[in-house]
């Protein structure tokens, strides 16, 4: 028959508790280490989430301004330049009516042939809106691109998502949202900007999804033919 365990006396008792209350506290205190080390470890994160959110920004806007300084191609500016000097010729009310005929068979095919050569690099979007889902008033309506360039006009396949199948961002150009007024009396009218200008507005929004227009648009910085 086997003997019955010594039950432990009361000073090997003391004994034990005493161990065992020195490692609950020498848990603890190393516990303690380690949450301050998480907190200093979340605190590191934290910064170098930012900077990196930083750094990739700033690679976005340099990527982007030397993306809009390369862009434009000298044979596409000069076909530019000559169809809209074609296109005031031909509206000018100092020529024969046989003359704006004239012009305007060679402007329509310059205008194709520059709309087919154009990479376009420039683009305006505006946003669709899929309407109030009133029964009365059906007032949705599809978003918008458009060249700022050659003017290529492109409407979204759905209103409530910009879903294009030309004008598409695929790192060939640059498609900023354009925030101005009226956006929908752009979708169909002609907007021409000096090329210069498109240069600086397209630069000084490099990195941001909107453009940044000036507080002031120089009076001979836009014209409609």
Not at 175 to 193: I, P
Not at 197 to 223: C, H, T
Request: glycine content about 4%.
């Amino acid at each position: 028959m086997a003997k019955a365990a010594k039950a432990p006396t009361t000073e090997e008792l003391e004994a034990i508790l005493k161990a065992n209350k020195t490692l609950l506290a020498q848990t603890e205190e190393q516990m303690n280490g380690w949450r301050a080390d998480i907190l200093r470890l979340n605190g590191q994160l934290a910064t170098a989430g930012k900077t990196r959110g930083n750094l990739e920004q700033r690679i976005v806007e340099i990527t982007n301004t030397l993306f809009v300084r390369a862009a434009l191609q000298p044979e596409l500016l000069a076909a530019r330049s000559t169809y809209l000097k074609q296109v005031r010729c031909e509206r000018s009310d100092k020529i024969s009516v046989r003359k704006q005929r004239e012009l305007h068979a060679g402007n329509t095919m310059a205008f194709a042939s520059l709309q087919a050569d154009c990479t376009h690099p420039f683009v305006f979007s505006y946003d669709g809106y899929g309407g109030s889902h009133s029964m009365d008033n059906d007032d949705a309506y599809c978003g918008h691109r458009v060249c700022t360039l050659c003017n290529l006009h492109e409407t979204s396949q759905r209103t409530s998502i910009d879903v294009y199948s030309t004008l598409v961002e695929d790192g060939t150009r640059l498609v900023r949202r354009d925030l101005r007024d009226n956006k929908r009396d752009r979708f169909s009218n002609e907007e021409w900007f000096p090329t210069e200008f498109l240069q600086q507005l397209f630069e000084a929004s490099a990195g941001d999804m909107n453009i940044r227009w000036p507080k002031e648009i120089p009076p001979d910085a836009v014209y409609k033919v």
